[in-house]
């Protein structure tokens, strides 16, 4: 195992550039405020009152970051190693990314179906983090990353757990039909029920379901796509066409799975969100592979382009100008398929784009990402991001994680998001399950480098685990640990200056363009 070596303080502590966040300057959403008001960057206000207030932090919890930073400072100055909140500052990493806070949330897919609480997808607004899980979703104060504090759990016994987030309102994927009721939020779930809940989060400490809209394959996975006529707009998407419908055939629950859905959630009135389109797929390339998209991919701005990993075969189209479509009623333009992605072995999975829209970021799940695809002998398609010229689909690289992962441990490049710089560079965080986080910087998208990581050991006993995703959010990364909860990391390095400060993150959308 690596010796854990933290940078010097004057590139942990000090900012010299107004848009990056310093570790003690993250500004507190409302109810949390400890200093006057620092000003909002790019017209994107920091503090969102739609979000409720949160119980104030005592002076307590200030002191404690307070310490937290002096301690850190003086541990650099005599070379000392910071005592471990969490085991995520014990793992092996580079020497540029130090570990900070973690809300710890235990876990395992080793327990019955029913059961298990592990973590999911995280999504962000103003200093409040909410981090899904298989029982619901957890809604956590990030304003101190040192030491971020639970403000609540509402629990929802469905799978997947996924998430998003927009104002006062937060909707949640509930992914397999059961063959019991289950409970959600003390509302009874019926047996066979699959969908999408929402929620009211206009009070924090106690989120109130508000909607429960049946979908006909369930939902995988959430995309925000945008507001539009008061309402908010989300695509929804089923992983694959299993278990579609009710005493359906292959066939026929691939006719009812070859979909993007897209429900609609008014913002007044959020009870009467609905399905209001059903978006049809091109592909699977192979007539043998499920269809369904897994999760989708949406940047607005100048661009306009959503992007689905589906099946074998990744779908792009536009959302509105210049290209046509909207983001109700998606336009098709090409498919993207990467030799090895075969739809068997494993499905596209997740996508993403640069923040000026010239780069399609694809990553795919070998083994249904349970198993350990990133050894040594695997191949590189197995543990592989990859570039794509969004225009075109034509493919411009690949990277491929370069440190090989044990037996023990299940990996694929899983969850990730883009750094939002203003320098014009490409830097992608990502969680890998068992490999951790890794920020990689694909400027050149041909000649990819990786800038940081932070690598688990193997779980013992073997199990699933890892970080389900890492987000950068707001100049510090933030890890879904499937077993454990949610980690905190601060990466130092010269090509990450000049991010943009957002006031709130949905990691699968970019509501605007850089460049």
């Not at 298989?134 to 509402?154: A, M, N």
Request: hydrophobic share 35%; net charge negative; proline share 9%.
């Amino acid at each position: 195992m690596e010796t854990p070596v933290l940078e010097p303080p004057q590139t942990l502590w000090r900012c010299t550039t107004p848009d990056i966040a310093c570790p003690v300057a993250m500004r507190p959403g409302p109810g949390l405020a400890r200093g006057p008001p620092s000003p909002d960057v790019d017209g994107l206000s920091l503090t969102h009152k739609e979000v409720g207030g949160v119980r104030p932090r005592t002076l307590r919890s200030h002191i404690r970051w307070t310490a937290f930073s002096l301690m850190a400072a003086l541990a650099l100055l005599v070379g000392m190693a910071l005592p471990a909140s969490a085991d995520h500052a014990t793992r092996p990493h580079t020497p540029n990314i130090q570990a900070l806070g973690h809300s710890p949330q235990p876990a395992s897919f080793l327990v019955p179906d029913g059961q298990r609480t592990v973590n999911s997808d995280i999504a962000f607004w103003g200093n409040l983090a909410f981090n899904g899980n298989y029982d619901g979703f957890r809604i956590i104060d990030i304003s101190e990353p040192g030491d971020p504090q639970l403000v609540s759990w509402t629990h929802c016994n469905g799978d997947q757990g996924d998430i998003v987030v927009w104002q006062n309102l937060l909707v949640r994927s509930w992914n397999t039909k059961r063959a019991t009721p289950r409970d959600c939020d003390g509302q009874v779930v019926p047996a066979g029920w699959e969908g999408v809940h929402v929620f009211d989060i206009s009070n924090p400490t106690d989120p109130t379901l508000v909607a429960a809209v049946e979908l006909p394959c369930g939902s995988h996975t959430l995309t925000v796509a945008g507001s539009s006529g008061g309402r908010l707009l989300v695509y929804s998407n089923n992983s694959s066409s299993s278990g579609c419908g009710v005493g359906l055939d292959l066939a026929g629950q691939n006719a009812l799975g070859d979909f993007m859905d897209v429900i609609a959630v008014p913002l007044a009135d959020p009870a009467g969100a609905s399905l209001i389109h059903r978006e049809p797929l091109a592909g699977p390339t192979d007539p043998t592979v499920r269809t369904g998209c897994h999760d989708a991919a949406v940047i607005l701005g100048d661009v306009n382009l959503a992007a689905c990993a589906s099946a074998d075969t990744t779908n792009v189209f536009s959302i509105g100008a210049p290209r046509g479509g909207s983001i109700e009623d998606p336009e098709f333009l090409y498919t993207v398929s990467e030799p090895g992605v075969d739809g068997h072995a494993g499905r596209w999975h997740s996508a993403g784009f640069t923040w000026d829209g010239k780069v399609l970021v694809l990553g795919w799940e070998p083994g249904g990402g349970a198993a350990p695809e990133c050894e040594a002998t695997d191949p590189p398609v197995t543990k592989s991001m990859f570039f794509y010229d969004a225009a075109s689909g034509a493919k411009l690289g690949q990277w491929t994680l370069p440190r090989p992962q044990s037996s023990a441990e299940n990996c694929t490049i899983h969850n990730y998001n883009i750094v939002p710089l203003r320098s014009g560079r490409y830097l992608a965080v990502s969680g890998n399950y068992q490999a951790g986080t890794w920020v990689t910087d694909f400027t050149d998208p041909a000649n990819p480098a990786t800038v940081a990581w932070s690598d688990p050991p193997p779980l013992v006993p073997t199990q699933l685990g890892g970080a389900w995703s890492s987000y950068w959010y707001n100049n510090f990364v933030f890890e879904s640990e499937i077993t454990k909860g949610l980690n905190v990391f601060r990466v130092s390095d010269p090509r990450l200056s000049g991010a943009r400060v957002l006031g709130h993150l949905n990691p699968q959308t970019q509501e605007f363009t850089i460049g």
